[in-house]
């Protein structure tokens, strides 16, 4: 079901804003691993405390920092995982298919004997193969750093089930934006769905941060879903996860059933 | 045996757009020109048969796969040209083809390089840096590359300069000789008479008659543009009786003549000409002279 000279242009296309996302992210894991340090980890928190609470829980650096994985998860996953990787998939998803519709060159790829599913299926595979390797390659770096740095102090299996949670929003986020390349025939409205409703999600998040009065925003975001401070515990976070899973696969099936189904312009 | 048949086919897109109850039949081997003005509803026809509208009512085959539901089995014997010249960023001309040939399970590639060298086509440059005419030989060389059974060419010629635009031709006839079915449109009456054995004129998303070619050519007027040397012989030959329509102005004299032109070319004998011209004829010509359709309600469009 999948076209492999297709998947081959799509790779083409797209690896270097992955390898851009990829470095950045190189760039940003091992100054914040390098900057844990176990003796310091107080006075860190007692120089947190001195600045206005809301900024620094917007920030998402709110819970209370003990070792290694909670150092991670705050600096870490708390706002920069949401932020980095979902500048690729806003990106990817519309050029998969919104953007060949948009510019015409769809017309081209129909016009060989390939079926639109099967078109539609090998971007989504693209998608979803490369925000995997994003991860994959965030979660063992990240692992190799912290055993260099600090070796043996890194709750390796938290770590991981942190990064699977990681995955499993970038699965519905990117079913979000992939629905909405497949849903319009325009390259703007595509983002504007497609790049909105991330965008949103992650504002809600940072205004439902700040304090209890704004609380209630965090139930607009997806982003409720994956919440590192519970993760990092072991417990509760099978329910948010199954969800994400859910909403993943119903976004991805729906693009690809609208993708079959609808009139093309070109 | 019929390759492509449409059967009431009706894409209403509201305010008299779209297509409407549209049925006709390309037999094979047949070159069909598909002659209207723009936002006549040719593309919109093409689009049906490409499989990606669905109409409201109605439908579309070609070798009677249905173009819809079956698309992508209609397309192994198929070559598509669009209106639109878009491509894949980034490639070369030559990046764009191989590709292509990839998505078609295409092994050989012989006839794409004859094509190539046929129409002088630069493959090396990349594709965002052609030029309008580079870019239609490119689409025109990835339609015929894989030597499909049927054709469905949206405008052509249109981007090309006359020269390529007689290579062209050649292209047609030959492929047609091979037995190819083709259905090519245009709003430009004297490409497709260069090359169609057959002519379905579409007008605001009705087709208004289909007609071989050759009664086509009978019927049709020519105008002729006839310098005299003086304004009192165009005068003169204006007097003279047996012509639908002429129109004189200085020393030159504008006929029109149906048909057979040896009583015009005697009658000039009689004068000293000092030059004379045909004026092509645009679509709009055409329909007044073949339905007597009043300008107004189309000639906006053109």
């Known amino acids: 079901m999948l076209s492999k000279p297709l998947l081959k242009a799509t790779i083409k296309q797209n690896y270097i804003v992955l390898l851009i996302i990829i470095g950045v992210l190189m760039i940003y894991m091992p100054t914040i691993v390098s900057m844990y340090d176990p003796k310091t980890q107080e006075s860190l928190n007692e120089m947190l405390k001195m600045m206005p609470k809301e900024v620094i829980s917007a920030m998402g650096f709110s819970s209370p920092v003990s070792d290694l994985l909670s150092f991670i998860a705050t600096y870490f996953y708390g706002f920069l995982i949401l932020l980095l990787p979902m500048i690729y998939t806003i990106i990817v998803a519309n050029r998969t298919i919104a953007s060949h519709v948009d510019k015409g060159s769809m017309a081209y790829l129909l016009s060989t004997p390939n079926t639109r599913a099967k078109i539609a299926c090998t971007q989504a595979f693209y998608l979803l193969t490369s925000i995997t390797l994003l991860i994959t390659f965030v979660t063992l770096s990240g692992i190799s750093m912290c055993q260099i740095l600090f070796p043996g102090d890194l709750n390796i299996k938290g770590f991981i089930l942190l990064n699977l949670g990681a995955l499993l929003l970038y699965y519905a986020l990117t079913g979000i934006g992939f629905f909405a390349s497949c849903f319009f025939n325009d390259t703007k409205n595509s983002l504007a769905l497609g790049a909105g409703l991330p965008v949103a999600f992650l504002l809600f998040q940072m205004v439902s941060d700040i304090g209890d009065a704004t609380k209630f925003f965090k139930y607009l975001s997806l982003y409720t879903l994956f919440d590192p401070a519970t993760i990092i515990t072991g417990e509760g976070y099978a329910v948010s996860y199954l969800v994400l899973v859910v909403i993943g696969v119903v976004m991805y099936t729906a693009g690809i059933l609208s993708f079959h189904k609808k009139d093309l312009t070109l | ?302």
């Open chain 2, 1 to 302: 045996m019929s390759v492509i048949e449409i059967n009431g086919l009706t894409k209403d897109y509201g305010n008299h757009k779209g297509i409407f109850n549209l049925s006709f039949q390309v037999q094979e081997g047949e070159v069909f020109g598909y002659l209207g003005p723009n936002g006549a509803g040719k593309t919109t026809t093409i689009r049906h048969l490409m499989g990606f509208l669905t109409a409201d009512k109605g439908k579309a085959s070609i070798l009677g796969k249905d173009c819809r539901s079956e698309s992508a089995s209609v397309m192994k014997e198929l070559g598509y040209l669009p209106a639109e010249m878009a491509f894949f960023d980034g490639m070369s001309g030559m990046d764009f083809l191989k590709f292509m040939g990839e998505m078609r399970d295409m092994s050989n590639t012989a006839y794409r390089d004859a094509l190539i060298k046929k129409f002088e086509l630069d493959t090396r440059g990349r594709i965002r840096k052609m030029s309008k005419g580079m870019k239609q030989k490119l689409g025109i060389v990835c339609a015929f590359m894989h030597d499909p059974k049927v054709l469905l060419l949206d405008e052509p010629t249109s981007g090309l300069d006359p020269l390529m635009q007689k290579l062209f031709a050649e292209l047609i006839l030959e492929e047609r000789s091979k037995g190819k079915t083709i259905l090519m449109s245009s709003h430009s009456f004297e490409e497709i008479e260069r090359t169609c054995d057959r002519v379905g004129i579409i007008r605001q998303g009705e087709l208004v008659a289909t007609e071989n070619i050759h009664d086509l050519k009978e019927k049709r007027r020519k105008i002729y543009l006839i310098t005299f040397d003086s304004p009192a012989s165009a005068v003169e030959f204006a007097k003279k009786d047996g012509y639908d329509k002429v129109t004189v102005s200085g020393a030159t004299a504008k006929v029109c003549i149906l048909g057979n032109v040896s009583s015009f070319v005697h009658e000039l004998g009689k004068y000293n000409v000092l030059d004379l011209d045909t004026e092509s004829c645009n679509l709009e010509d055409v329909f007044m002279q073949y339905y007597g359709v009043s300008n107004g309600n189309h000639s906006n469009k053109n």
